[in-house]
């Protein structure tokens, strides 16, 4: 996997974290992160939004309150989630836990 410069310079910036955790977090993100046919309703329509407007990301995933847009394995930028779309991301995850239990 891949971050690009811009990748590193928004995980530090939005999410706060070091340099050792950077590759980590971005792993988990790609692998643990909600995907957008996990998604419904105006969630998945602001993660629609949020492909049409990265032409250069066509995969987006949703983790630790954070969408991380990536093309192919490569880590092209991360956003914060809008705290509108919080509690839409706390069903998604409620249901998630209940299906693996």
Request: glycine share 4%; aromatic share 8%; net charge positive.
């Amino acid at each position: 996997m891949y971050i690009t410069n811009h990748a590193r310079d928004r995980l530090k910036e939005r999410c706060g974290l070091p340099k050792k955790a950077l590759d980590r977090n971005a792993r988990n993100a790609l692998d643990k992160g909600i995907s957008h046919s996990e998604c419904v309703g105006s969630l998945k329509k602001y993660l629609d939004y949020l492909y049409l407007s990265h032409k250069n990301g066509n995969n987006i995933k949703i983790y630790n309150n954070h969408v991380y847009i990536f093309f192919v394995d490569r880590l092209v930028t991360v956003l914060t989630l809008p705290n509108n779309y919080k509690g839409a991301l706390n069903k998604i995850n409620k249901r998630k836990v209940e299906r693996l239990s």
